[in-house]
């Protein structure tokens, strides 16, 4: 909290709302006068830029150095303002947030998000959407990247050994057509859940595709390979077709080659759903179009098979091959769920973050929020 009043009403406003625990950490460098730490040398205001957590009696010149300093300590900055000497700070911070109705022009013009009802509280709302955009790109991107690591392994090793390649190229137009449209609007389109306001914040530098999404990657895509291979080289037995004609017995176990690999997708995104929980059900029939466009895929796929078989170079299955196809489909889920079970649980402890709901401390008291992990660092 920084503030232009003096210490003395920073401390008693500070204690009120949470951001000091008690009387025996109002002390420096928790509790700091702007021109004490305007005194001080660019090194000492990297050191004590961490440990501030209430700065009186600041100027538009401090609130600027204290940006400057915990953004060369790494961290990802955020300024709340409303006033025109708020501009440099909300400029130079990572993320800058006005007040739509009393704050400036000067404010929202320097400012990334402006707050229209200058109501504090809805910057919840603004990290939760963003946590959930952020998430929607890393589940498409790992259904993505599944798909097609598994296709592009299974036509290479089949076109090497044997000169041909189960997955045709309108076959892998339409998976193309899964993954890329209709999987976008699926995957894009899950709503914000409180599980994304319990991860810790995501940090400046680290990779868009995590260690979790790696593994669900390389378990789905390894099952997805070796089943559909097995199929491939051991499917005429496998499948009884030992009596059909060799045209007939190679058409019937590329169709049932390419039927299990579309059903493998289809239950995939249901584990994209939930890269890092077990339940892989929760809240889907909330997300209608999910719902909508994996209902249109089976449907699709159904009249492929039936009735397009000269247009994708497929036959018609029997119910039976159909199970088989849905059932390979299904085992994905077992896998998704032991990948979770093998892999260590991380145990993210809270340290909640309150801060005042209005940058005028004379109305921040009752008027706090508990903003948990919201950004990068506890500042």
Same mark, same amino acid.
């Given at each position: !909290? ?24 109002? @002390? ?10 305007? #005194? ?14 209430? !700065? ?8 600027? &150095?204290?940006?400057?300093? &915990? ?20 400029? %130079? /911070? ?12 000067? *404010? ?12 504090? /509280?809805? $910057? ?10 952020? #998430? ?10 599944? $798909? ?48 994304? !306001? ?7 530098? %680290?990779?868009?595709? @995590? ?9 789905? /895509? ?19 077709? %030992? ?16 039927? *299990?690999? $579309? ?8 584990? /994209?759903?939930?890269?890092? %929980? ?29 009735? &397009? ?39 993210? $402890? ?23 992990? &919201? ?5």
């Amino acid at each position: !909290m920084v503030t232009g009043d003096n210490l003395q009403t920073a401390r008693a406003i500070a204690l009120e709302c949470g951001i000091l625990g008690s009387n025996a950490v109002a @002390t420096e460098p928790n509790l700091i006068e702007g021109k004490t730490f305007r #005194a001080l040398s660019n090194a000492q205001r990297l050191e004590v830029a961490d440990k501030i957590s209430v !700065m009186g009696r600041s100027s538009p010149n401090d609130k600027l &150095l204290l940006v400057q300093a &915990l953004r060369k300590r790494g961290h990802v900055v955020a300024v709340t303002g409303d006033g025109t000497n708020d501009a440099p700070a909300l400029h %130079e /911070a990572d993320i800058g947030l006005a007040m739509g109705i009393q704050g400036t022009e000067v *404010a929202k013009e320097s400012s990334d998000i402006i707050i229209l009802d200058d109501n504090f /509280a809805s $910057v919840v709302k603004v990290v939760r959407w963003g946590r959930s955009v952020y #998430a929607n790109i890393q589940k498409f991107i790992q259904f993505q990247l599944t $798909v097609n690591v598994a296709a592009l392994i299974i036509n290479v090793v089949s076109a090497v050994s044997s000169g041909n390649v189960p997955l045709n190229a309108v076959q892998l137009l339409w998976v193309n057509l899964i993954m890329d449209t209709l999987g976008a609007l699926a995957l894009a389109t899950e709503p914000p859940t409180d599980h994304l !306001m319990r991860r810790p914040p995501v940090g400046r530098r %680290e990779p868009l595709i @995590t260690n979790i999404m790696w593994r669900n990657l390389i378990i789905q /895509a390894l099952y997805q390979v070796t089943v559909l291979l097995v199929l491939n080289f051991g499917g005429t037995k496998i499948l009884n077709l %030992e009596h059909d004609t060799r045209d007939q017995a190679f058409k019937l176990k590329n169709t049932m080659i390419f039927n *299990a690999f $579309v059903f493998c997708q289809i239950f995939n995104e249901f584990n /994209a759903r939930k890269p890092d %929980e077990i339940n892989v059900w929760k809240g889907v029939t909330k997300n209608r179009l999910f719902m909508g466009i994996v209902g249109l895929t089976l449907v699709l796929q159904v009249i492929i098979i039936t009735f &397009l078989g000269k247009f994708t170079s497929t036959v018609r299955l029997s119910w039976k091959l159909w199970l088989v196809s849905v059932a390979i489909g299904t085992i994905r889920f077992v896998c998704h769920y032991l990948s979770i079970l093998v892999t260590p649980k991380v145990v993210h $402890v809270e340290s909640p973050l309150r801060l005042s709901a209005n940058s005028s401390l004379g109305n921040c008291i009752n008027k706090e929020v508990d903003l948990t992990a &919201l950004f990068s660092s506890p500042k």
